[in-house]
């Protein structure tokens, strides 16, 4: 008999007959099942159509995310995991984990055309500097006067990070063979380097740093979820690293058909629309409704940086020998 994953599967024992409810294991980073993050809004979402019981699993960070899910390898609980990005990609191909989608909607909404036949997009961004307007009223506007500035500044680990490997792409593309030199005259303001990003911005909020490294979006949130318009980015003149944040099935999943399912969902209005608000990031698939008043500014990235996929591990490996070294002196 043929049996749906989307619907309650039947388990006989002893002459009875009950409803089992699939489980679909996502795992993601630890901001998107926190309370104010989208995890509790998609689970519910979408549980009211797949007749299964969604379950989140936080796993740190990007990066740590797919350092646990190496660790796990086949013994993973994983069907599905949510939240690497365009600079983990190939690294995470490399395992042999991933199984490819059903296809690329025709009707994703991102700076550049997605063609990746194993991960899709479900939101995107720019990585900025984040600071407080009424603390710092002369903040930097390009990445050399970040560098001759004495603003002190809060970032992530780009070994556990995703905005923190961002960070370290961001300053390679920009320059070049003389990023180690860019990271010695950086070091000396880099009060510390947390393992994520809600440490880091926790930090910042508490006034530990003048700035934060983070996202465009971030003011966002201070303006819309708490009428507090005294957060900005601060937008370089040579561009911002753009990120993208992706998800993927498990290769060895026994629930293809849902996780193919919670994949499609992930793209439609029901799933997108939660995001700006929650996850304080570009919609992939842009809602039906728009973007919410105060999302975007008139101070957005005039220039966007983003290195291919497959060039990414080669560089990010040099990337970060440069700033440990750097960081180390």
């Known amino acids: 008999m043929k049996r749906s994953l989307l619907a309650a599967a039947l388990v006989t024992f002893g002459g009875a007959t009950w409803a089992e409810t699939p489980t679909l294991t996502v795992y993601t980073y630890d901001s998107f099942v926190s309370d104010w993050g989208p995890g509790p809004a998609v689970e519910a979402a979408f549980e009211e159509t797949c007749g299964c019981d969604l379950v989140f699993v936080g796993a740190g960070d990007g990066a740590a995310l797919l350092s646990r899910l190496k660790l796990e390898g086949a013994r993973t609980k994983a069907d599905v995991v949510l939240g690497l990005d365009t600079s983990l990609i190939a690294n995470a191909k490399a395992t042999g984990m991933f199984a490819p989608h059903n296809g690329i909607p025709a009707n994703l909404d991102l700076p550049i055309k997605w063609e990746d036949d194993v991960f899709l997009p479900y939101d995107w961004g720019y990585f900025a500097f984040v600071y407080d307007k009424t603390l710092l009223s002369d903040a930097p506007d390009s990445f050399a006067e ?184």
Request: aromatic fraction near 10%; charge should be negative; proline fraction near 5%.
């Open 146 to 329: 970040l560098l001759e500035s004495d603003v002190s500044i809060l970032i992530q680990d780009p070994r556990s990070s995703t905005p923190g490997l961002g960070l370290l792409l961001w300053v390679k593309e920009i320059y070049g063979d003389n990023a180690a030199e860019a990271w010695a005259t950086l070091s000396p303001r880099i009060v510390t380097v947390t393992k994520g990003w809600s440490e880091a911005y926790g930090m910042f909020l508490e006034g530990e740093a003048d700035m934060v490294l983070s996202y465009t979006t971030s003011p966002a949130y201070h303006l819309i979820a708490e009428d507090d318009d005294t957060k900005a980015a601060a937008i370089f003149e040579e561009g911002h690293y753009m990120q993208i944040e992706v998800a993927a099935k498990i290769a060895a999943t026994e629930h293809g058909q849902l996780a193919d399912a919670f994949l499609d969902f992930m793209l439609s209005d029901a799933f997108q629309s939660i995001i700006p608000t929650t996850n304080w990031m570009y919609p992939a698939v842009l809602p039906a409704d728009g973007l919410p008043d105060g999302f975007v500014t008139e101070n957005e990235p005039e220039k966007a940086l983003l290195i291919p996929i497959d060039k990414v591990e080669t560089i990010r490996k040099e990337a970060l020998n440069e700033w440990l070294s750097a960081l180390s002196r």
